[in-house]
């Protein structure tokens, strides 16, 4: 059984810094890309952040330069350390991981996080 855990969210003023981290169980299986996505209220989800495996990045143009994302294989951990937040920033933010087992995988998301951001 696959099961991604979020935490880290809160609530934070406007220029203040959130590290958010997500544990991957299952450990039959294998991870590819991880990352983290967001949803604000009206809003579609959209990308934040992602890396492979062998720790290639992608970001979102509106957190370049404010994001990092980043990995530890060994716990299956994904993290996004986010700062000079804005009150922008405030949405649900869901972990994302491709798992799977051999030719065959599947997106697993994380049950969200809530980011507020106060101006």
């Known amino acids: 059984q696959v099961q991604l855990v979020e935490s880290g969210g809160g609530l934070v003023q406007a220029g203040g810094s959130l590290r958010l981290s997500c544990a991957a169980s299952?450990?039959?299986?294998?991870?590819?890309?991880m990352g983290w996505y967001r949803q604000a209220p009206g809003k579609q989800r959209e990308l934040v952040a992602v890396i492979t495996s062998g720790g290639r990045t992608n970001y979102a143009d509106s957190v370049k330069g404010r994001a990092t994302v980043s990995r530890d294989n060994a716990k299956n951990t994904v993290y996004l350390q986010m700062n000079s937040l804005k009150p922008d920033d405030t949405a649900v933010y869901y972990c994302n991981a491709e798992m799977g087992t051999g030719n065959t995988f599947y997106d697993y998301w994380g049950q969200g996080t809530q980011v507020t951001v106060s101006s």
């Open positions: 299952g450990s039959r299986f294998s991870i590819n890309d």
